[in-house]
């Protein structure tokens, strides 16, 4: 934003971007800074990026991305809805780390996007988990009910119950499948169409292998990786399976000893009024428009200070 890297802009080196946050906000090395840019550009991590790339940042498959030097970015549309009205005077803001220029403390968010994009991580001895929503019905939840959450790379949710106890507590677990068709017939194969969040193609298919390497899974002939991100499938795989064998029976197998299904906790930790507190979605979202109206007051006082200057100045 500080750059101008607006939606409409034109992308810009992610070289250079990396040189201004560690010179303005965050002085400790350029690895964690573009690692975090890449994360914000990458669909299959999060629900809405935030970052707009250009070039190489990656697959799903689990390529890494090239060198900030070849890269380019700015923002997308929905991260400008994080930033809107913040010269507005809506959020505090303290000097960084050398004094010599001011950061916000927290963002005049137009929508929580601790919840829409989700959270991961661990602090002095506490771990939040906050799986991503999907955005319109994290408003329209705002009103009525949040279904539950949903993952940018897809898959099933097993189950309500998790979901529920997760929303009424702040702590549950959900078990999330891949999205999966099985074909019968004469060439008998099981087509694996979504993965689960945070799983990636080519470590998945090498698990399968070994799997069935070690005999611990039976009837697969051959494991085929068909994806094709420019033919709008980015997941594709085709397990092909020998003849008389139960389909039905190896997609279970799948789904008990890889990573076809896995269990996602959910706890949610987050800071409020400084201090870290689990916290169930109603207070979560109370707190968020408790600062959506304090950042639309602040707005308003700022826009009627100008216009009494402006008026004086008449």
């Not at 979901?163 to 008998?188: C, H, I, Q």
Request: net charge positive; proline share 6%.
């Amino acid at each position: 934003n500080d750059l101008g890297l607006t939606p409409t802009a034109a992308t810009s080196k992610c070289a250079g971007i990396i040189g201004e946050t560690m010179k303005r906000y965050h002085p400790h090395g350029d690895a964690s800074i573009y690692d975090s840019l890449v994360r914000m550009a990458q669909d299959w991590v999060l629900r809405y990026r935030l970052v707009h790339g250009q070039g190489n940042f990656g697959s799903i498959a689990g390529l890494p991305p090239a060198a900030h030097r070849y890269t380019e970015a700015r923002l997308t549309a929905v991260a400008n809805e994080l930033l809107n009205d913040i010269d507005h005077e809506t959020v505090d803001f303290i000097d960084n780390y050398d004094g010599k220029y001011r950061e916000p403390l927290v963002l005049p968010a137009k929508f929580p996007n601790l919840l829409v994009n989700g959270s991961d991580g661990i602090a002095v001895g506490i771990a939040t988990h906050i799986p991503p929503h999907n955005l319109k019905e994290v408003c329209l939840g705002l009103l009525k009910v949040l279904p539950g959450p949903d993952f940018p790379t897809g898959g099933i949710v097993m189950g309500r119950q998790g979901v529920v106890e997760a929303y009424n507590t702040g702590y549950g677990k959900l078990t999330l499948r891949a999205r999966t068709e099985v074909v019968e017939g004469k060439s008998p194969h099981i087509l694996i169409k979504e993965v689960p969040f945070q799983v990636s193609r080519i470590p998945l298919l090498e698990e399968i292998g070994q799997l069935v390497k070690d005999e611990r899974i039976s009837g697969i002939s051959a494991v085929r990786d068909e994806s094709s991100a420019r033919g709008g499938e980015p997941v594709r795989i085709v397990v092909e399976l020998k003849r008389g064998t139960d389909p039905h029976m190896v997609l279970n197998q799948l789904y008990q000893f890889s990573k076809l299904q896995k269990t996602i906790s959910i706890n949610m930790w987050a800071l409020t009024d400084g201090y870290p507190r689990r916290m169930p979605l109603k207070e979560l979202m109370r707190k968020f428009l408790d600062h959506r109206q304090q950042v639309i007051r602040r707005r308003t006082e700022y826009l009627l200070r100008e216009a009494k200057r402006r008026g004086h100045v008449l």
